[in-house]
Nanobody
Framework: QVQLVESGGGLVQPGGSLRLSCVVSGSDNLVMGWFRQAPGKEREFVATIDRRGLRVLYADSVKGRFTVSRVSAKNTVYLQMNSLKPEDTADYYC??????????????????WGQGAQVTVSS
């Protein structure tokens, strides 16, 4: 049984930084992704990283500001968020895919989801 547990959310001022963590249990062979959902909006893709941490893909809205990484020894995936903007405010979800190798930005490709971590960017 795969479980994903996010942490690291919170309140930050515009221009600030936060790092989200996602601890994975139940499998060490997953493609990982991050999505977010703002109030009243649909869930949207943020970033994804392959099983070995060699290939990544970002949404245009976060490219150059966010970095996704993974440390296999810790079974943990990270999302480093810099230069945060008010429009980054959302619940952030860690997601995992058990099958396939291509990096995917659609939520329907992901099999497992965390409970979400709230990120608020406000002065």
């Amino acid at each position: 049984q795969v479980q994903l547990v996010e942490s690291g959310g919170g309140l930050v001022q515009p221009g600030g930084s936060l790092r989200l963590s996602c601890v994975v249990s139940g499998s060490d062979n997953l493609v990982m992704g991050w999505f977010r959902q703002a109030p009243g909006k649909e869930r949207e893709f943020v970033a994804t990283i392959d099983r070995r941490g060699l290939r990544v893909l970002y949404a245009d809205s976060v490219k150059g500001r966010f970095t996704v990484s993974r440390v296999s020894a810790k079974n943990t995936v990270y999302l480093q968020m810099n230069s945060l903007k008010p429009e980054d405010t959302a619940d952030y979800y860690c997601a995992a895919r058990a099958n396939g190798y291509n990096l995917q930005d659609k939520s329907s490709f992901y099999d497992y989801w965390g409970q979400g971590a709230q990120v608020t960017v406000s002065s």
